[in-house]
């Protein structure tokens, strides 16, 4: 069955721009979370949605938003763009809400530049 | 609430060689613990995971880990090191309550010399 697909795979954006972000899951999978990497602070968890409902949000200002749609396709949106948003932005899928007995199955990543 | 700490950023170890990664974990109650594993400008690579029952679980890829509730920990183990190891190595945690979500660690980075 086709993984978790993220579109796009690389992204370059200005300062003060925004961006908008895609993961369609797995066949099936209800549950879609978003993840932030960076080298110096690892994964750090943006938020949840289960069922187009946020079930979970991490600690990020408001900037940061996200959406489920009925299909559970899900987007993510960063506005007002800073430096510090660089990072590889990771989706990740499960059929439950907080990740089923075998965690979650990931998407390759967006990697964000913001120049 | 739920953290989880690898000690090492970085550990390195000679091909045929038994490797370690370390990983100790805080949640309330009965954790569920993963290791997932990263190749460059890849996503996350689920390897094995703890949910109940025998303490010494075993995935992909040769590797295993042992849960230590006492010490809690689960670090992840393999007997003999190979070149294609190398990449970045992730702990996570998650709690039984439905409103869980997965935490993980800041990784660490595994190097295998030949």
């Known amino acids: 069955k086709a993984g978790v697909t993220q579109t796009p795979r690389y992204l370059i954006k200005t300062r003060g721009q925004q961006v908008t972000l895609s993961c369609s899951p797995i066949s099936g999978h209800r549950s879609v979370s978003w993840y932030q990497q960076t080298p110096g602070q690892g994964l750090q968890f943006l938020f949840e949605y289960f069922s187009e409902t946020q079930r979970n949000k991490g600690n990020f200002p408001g900037r940061f938003s996200g959406r489920q749609f009925s299909n559970s396709r899900s987007e993510m949106n960063v506005s007002t763009l800073e430096l510090g948003d660089s990072a590889l932005y990771l989706c990740a899928s499960s059929a439950i809400t907080g990740g089923d007995l075998d965690g979650y199955t990931f998407g390759s990543g967006t990697r964000l530049t913001v120049v | 609430a739920q953290s989880v700490a690898q000690p090492e950023d970085q550990v390195n170890v000679a091909e045929g060689n038994p490797l370690t990664v370390k990983c100790t974990y805080s949640v309330s109650g009965n954790p569920y613990l993963f290791w997932y594993v990263q190749y460059p400008n890849r996503g996350l690579q689920f390897l094995l995971k703890?949910?109940?029952?025998?303490?010494l679980v075993k995935g992909s890829y040769g590797f295993e880990a042992e849960f230590n509730k006492s010490q809690t920990s689960f670090h992840l183990k393999k007997p003999s090191a190979l070149v294609s190891d190398s990449a970045l190595y992730f702990c996570?945690?998650?709690?039984?309550?439905?409103?869980?979500?997965?935490?993980f660690g800041s990784g660490t980075r595994l190097s295998i010399r030949p």
């Open positions: 703890y949910i109940t029952g025998d303490n």
């Open positions: 996570a945690v998650r709690g039984y309550s439905s409103a869980s979500k997965i935490i």
